[in-house]
């Protein structure tokens, strides 16, 4: 595979599946994660339980998508997932405790019988959402930096995985599930705390903004493979789109963001930058699964492991979106103050 040609074959099918259950699973249990990362700047009850109804009836089923991308990754890349985990297991082993403990306190926290117990279960919600947060993007950084590969298992250490970068790419997604967060809040919500959340929305939204600046710039100079498909001729002309349409999208978040009677762009707009930010990072990486050693061809599984799997995926995967889309639609609409669905 030359330059940025694709061949689109089942293994290059199951790499863009892969692919689209992680940017639909970033997406959904992002903003709901968001709002665990925004919580401490909302002191009341009362704002709490209305954040918390927000996404009460969707945040499990949001999670689907990461059962979906992690298993797939074991059955169409197993060497992928073999060296993956050896390499990544304290933020993966962080991040799924810190989604238990999230969970549990979705849960909880409104059977809390004192304060103790509900300031007990809000900091479990606080503290799950935003360490998963930053487990994430520190995942992918140290994904995106290469992982060391001795022949068909992992070469490094146990603390490879920690760097500036990888650091770095962990606040930004702090920063940007609180972003998409205070975009659904501003979506779901009316009144002061919705005043409340715009003015967030914008902090957030600079300092998302920022990072995806510092990552784009840092990336390059990871691997010379990154810099000649960002610089070089005639690849920077296919990609030149990508931050032009992220820069137009940035300008339109700060001018609708104060929108009234379409609360619903900012949301969508948030969701544009980060498929735009999934392509940049698909256009860094391919055809590597494992940085630089490791492409998808490398870790597929058989030919016919992956058509037998890929024909239960194609049937399955438009029934997950088609009860995700219906549980969004039948809880549509703007919370008040006193209704909600716990």
């Not at 809390?112 to 479990?124: I, L, M, R």
């Not at 409340?196 to 493979?225: D, H, N």
Request: hydrophobic share 55%.
């Amino acid at each position: 595979m030359d330059g940025l040609g694709v061949s689109f074959d089942l293994t290059v099918a199951w790499a863009l599946l892969l692919a689209f259950a992680v940017y639909v699973y970033v997406v959904l249990d992002g903003f709901d994660l968001g709002i665990g990362i925004l919580y401490p700047f909302f002191r009341s009850k009362e704002d709490r339980d209305l954040m918390m109804n927000s996404v009460a009836p969707v945040w499990d089923g949001n999670e689907t998508w990461l059962v979906l991308g992690g298993g797939g990754l074991f059955a169409a890349f197993p060497l992928a997932y073999a060296i993956i985990l050896p390499a990544l297991y304290p933020p993966i082993i962080a991040m799924l405790l810190a989604l238990i403990f999230r969970g549990v306190a979705f849960e909880f926290r409104w059977k809390a019988a004192s304060p103790f117990q509900e300031w007990f279960w809000d900091g479990a919600f606080i503290g799950g959402s935003t360490v998963a947060a930053l487990a994430q993007g520190i995942t992918l950084g140290a994904l995106l930096q290469g992982i060391d590969v001795d022949g068909r298992s992992y070469g490094g250490g146990w603390w490879d995985w920690l760097t500036p970068f990888s650091l770095l790419c962990g606040v930004s997604v702090v920063l940007g599930y609180a972003f998409m967060g205070a975009t659904w809040l501003n979506m779901k919500l009316l009144g002061d705390i919705q005043h409340k959340v715009r003015r967030m929305a914008r902090v957030f939204g600079i300092a998302t903004v920022a990072c995806i600046v510092l990552v784009s710039l840092w990336t390059p100079f990871l691997e010379q493979e990154y810099f000649a498909r960002w610089f070089g001729f005639p690849e920077a002309l296919v990609v030149a789109p990508v931050p032009l349409l992220v820069a137009l999208i940035a300008w339109q978040l700060w001018v609708r963001i104060d929108n009234p009677g379409n609360d619903w762009v900012p949301f969508v707009l948030t969701m544009a930058l980060f498929l735009l930010c999934f392509v940049g990072l698909g256009i860094s990486m391919w055809p590597h699964v494992i940085p630089p050693a490791v492409t998808i061809y490398d870790a597929a599984s058989p030919a016919k492991s992956q058509l037998f799997m890929f024909v239960g995926a194609i049937v399955l995967v438009p029934i997950i979106l088609a009860y995700s889309g219906y549980a969004y639609w039948v809880f549509r609409g703007k919370l008040k103050p006193g209704e909600g669905y716990h």
